[in-house]
């Protein structure tokens, strides 16, 4: 509409990258932590926290400049948080005061932005693997992608079998999602689906790319936005994108060379080719009108030469012309 692309502009994404990571930087309270407010009524929050060090370590990731201290001393936050939460469940066999009897799933979400950031506390996994039937869908999830960090195979083949009875394949549409359990907590972080559906994607980018689950996942993830352009907030909406990168990165989607040719009753009608670099704006549409429709059945052929998988789909639409009745 306004003759430009943002969204593939490189320059506009580091300018916005830079202003995000000076933004949380400014906003860091003095304990290291992240929470609502600063000043006199000034409180860190684990989930806030985790949030910000999860987008932070992606940050570095990449080679984005960060403020010198910031992002350790955020880590370092997580890490008491950690150690207090550690010795609740430590103290429930004795009974004694602060405990508690399970893991919760802020202690999945703090658990793997941990194990992201290089601490790995096992003690607390252990916990965590014990208490993974209470734990939601999406905690799990979070559990998984810190398993497979920490190359528990074991641990992480149990938990993708329970994330996986709640496993929804719709073949007609050929998609698949996570149906969750019914009263869950639809207002808390942990009841919202559709970041659980894309925690679980990036499990399954990491763990079986190239399998119908993955697909699947992305496709209804890609189904299910609003106005097909972002899901439910930016939050939500970050967690999809994050995931379905890491499946385009993982499944060779993201890096196809291929030929292909659309033929129509036998008759070429177009020739593409499709590589990394002409992924996104390629011309991917090809239009009959008129008398180039003739009545009767017709037959459409895709003929594909190179790698990576083809999508496609076909619609008619018709009109008359004669006066309305």
């Not at 734990?135 to 920490?150: D, I, Q």
């Not at 593409?272 to 008129?290: A, H, I, K, P, Q």
Request: net charge positive.
């Amino acid at each position: 509409r306004f003759k430009r692309n943002p969204v593939f502009d490189n320059a506009e994404v580091a300018r916005l990258v830079k202003e995000g990571v000076k933004a949380l930087s400014e906003m860091q309270l003095s304990d290291g932590g992240w929470g609502w407010f600063s000043g006199y009524a000034e409180r860190s929050g684990p989930h806030t926290t985790a949030t910000v060090i999860h987008g932070l370590t992606l940050a570095k990731a990449n080679d984005v400049a960060l403020v010198p201290g910031v992002y350790e001393k955020g880590v370092a936050w997580l890490k008491r948080f950690q150690v207090k939460e550690l010795a609740k469940l430590q103290n429930a066999s004795t009974k004694t005061k602060p405990f508690k009897s399970r893991s919760t799933n802020v202690d999945a979400l703090v658990f793997r932005v941990l194990v992201d950031a290089g601490v790995v506390e096992k003690p607390m996994g252990d916990f965590l693997y014990r208490d993974r039937v209470h734990l939601s869908v999406y905690a799990k999830g979070l559990v998984g992608l810190a398993f497979h960090k920490m190359g528990d195979r074991q641990r992480l083949a149990m938990v993708l079998r329970n994330i996986d009875q709640f496993l929804q394949q719709d073949n007609e549409n050929q998609t698949a999602y996570l149906k969750l359990a019914e009263g869950r907590m639809w207002w808390r972080w942990y009841g919202s689906e559709i970041e659980a559906n894309a925690i679980y994607l990036k499990l399954l980018a990491l763990t079986d790319p190239r399998g119908p689950r993955a697909a699947g996942l992305a496709k209804y993830l890609l189904n299910n936005r609003r106005h097909a352009t972002f899901w439910n907030s930016t939050r939500d909406t970050a967690l999809c994108i994050e995931a379905l990168a890491e499946f385009l990165q993982q499944s060779g989607e993201g890096t196809p060379d291929l030929s292909l040719e659309v033929l129509v009753d036998g008759k070429l009608q177009k020739t593409v080719r499709v590589t990394r670099e002409n992924l996104f704006s390629f011309d991917n549409s090809l239009v009959l009108t008129g008398k180039q429709v003739s009545d009767g059945k017709h037959r459409i052929e895709f003929r594909k030469k190179g790698r990576g998988p083809l999508y496609f789909n076909a619609y008619l639409t018709n009109f008359t012309t004669e006066d309305f009745i």
